[in-house]
């Protein structure tokens, strides 16, 4: 299931007493095909969940309301669960796309001269030096560096600087 689904956030904390959660985002995905469900990743598997309400917050964190979750109560049980979205309801693309940092987290990272990298955890844009999160190491997200970008398997082909992976 988990390679039909992606991350696309985290639940951070409660909001007011009427179990709403705010999640920190790094796709606005949901909104952007508005889709009902997002998946909790709880005790280790996907879950369901489907949302009554949703409102941003800024760009990176939205207010969520998700049926049967009535209090504050429950909705704590829900903290620090990842978001998931289903590959499925992903929007196509076509080669005219133009893709923000941020909704490359969760792709896979392959270099061209070698193999599989990892999947992006997080993207740090907050320097002029965008940086792709793997594993614990940052790779510079410069469009140079990019071969291309696969769409419909969320794959990033790239010419990683030689002995950035060396201990």
Not at 9 to 23: C, D, Q
Not at 36 to 57: A, I, K, Q, S
Not at 73 to 88: H, K, L, M, N
Not at 122 to 132: E, P
Request: hydrophobic share 40%.
């Amino acid at each position: 299931m988990t390679g039909e689904i992606y991350k696309i956030g985290t639940l951070t904390r409660t909001h007011g007493v009427r179990g709403e959660i705010s999640m920190s985002f790094t796709d606005d995905v949901w909104d952007r095909v508005e889709a009902n469900y997002l998946f909790l990743m709880v005790d280790g598997l996907p879950v369901p969940f489907f949302l009554e309400e949703w409102r941003f917050r800024n760009d990176t964190t939205a207010l969520l309301k998700f049926q049967h979750i009535d209090d504050a109560t429950r909705a704590q049980e829900f903290i620090g669960c990842d978001v998931y979205f289903p590959q499925s309801l992903t929007p196509a693309t076509d080669g005219n796309t133009t893709y923000t940092w941020r909704q490359f987290t969760g792709w896979l990272v392959n270099d061209c001269n070698a193999s599989n990298i990892g999947v992006i955890d997080r993207v740090d844009d907050s320097t002029a030096n965008t940086l792709f999160e793997i594993d614990g190491t940052l790779i510079p997200a410069a469009e140079p560096l990019i071969e291309r970008i696969d769409p419909n398997t969320r794959t990033i082909y790239m010419k990683i600087p030689e002995g950035l992976f060396e201990q």
